[in-house]
Each structure stands twice: as structure tokens, then as C-alpha cells.
Nanobody, 114 residues
């Protein structure tokens, strides 16, 4: 069964850091473009960052310079290092895998608050 499992969310103060991880259930995801999206209450889901199988990255303007997306050597785990977090980063973060098919994780809560 194809699955994406997120971990690493939680509550952090403004200016703090969190690292999200997403583990894919099969090695086929090494061929996929992997990414992170987020959805805040009352808002549409939006792109945060993506990384292709060749390591090409893309970021939303709102997170450039603060967030870093990466993959492990097997390319089946994707990370999102989030630094200098702001309250407006509060959202449910979803892992995404896209190639010929598209898969989503269940989502993980990130709350930035003092």
C-alpha cells in the first residue's frame, strides 16, 4: 500500500525551528517529485516547497530563505527544515508525491505561537 507518513510537527515559539519528515512506503517514490503543502484555517492549501528526483528545489516566496527542503540519499524520505518560524506559518502541513500518480500524506499540525 502506497503511503506517505509525516512526522515532526508541533508547537514552537516565533523565531524557533522545526524539522518535518515524510517517509514514503515504497522506493518508487525516488522517481517522484516530492513536496510540502500547507493549509491554514479558512484558507486554501498552498505550495510550500518541492524537490524533484534530480534535486531541483522550488519554494513559495513566503518561505524563501527560511525553509529548506531536502531528500535522503535513497530519495524516499523528504525533509522540511523550518527556521525563523512566524505565526503565519501555522497550518496543517501535507507531504505530497507526484509523478504519473499523486499521493498525499494525512497532514501534520504546525503551530507557531508564544
Amino acid at each position: 500500500q502506497v503511503q506517505l507518513a509525516e512526522s515532526g510537527g508541533g508547537l514552537v515559539q516565533p523565531g524557533g525551528s522545526l524539522r518535518l519528515s515524510c517517509v514514503a512506503s515504497t522506493s518508487i517514490f525516488s522517481l517522484y517529485t516530492m513536496g510540502w503543502y500547507r493549509q491554514a484555517p479558512g484558507k486554501q492549501r498552498e505550495l510550500v516547497a518541492t524537490i524533484t528526483r534530480d534535486g531541483i528545489t522550488n519554494y513559495a516566496d513566503s518561505v524563501k530563505g527560511r525553509f529548506t527542503i531536502s531528500r535522503n540519499s535513497a530519495k524516499t524520505t523528504v525533509f522540511l527544515q523550518m527556521d525563523s518560524l512566524k505565526p503565519e506559518d501555522t497550518a496543517v502541513y501535507y507531504c505530497n508525491g507526484k509523478w504519473y500518480s499523486e499521493y498525499w500524506g494525512q497532514g501534520i499540525q504546525v503551530t507557531v505561537s508564544s
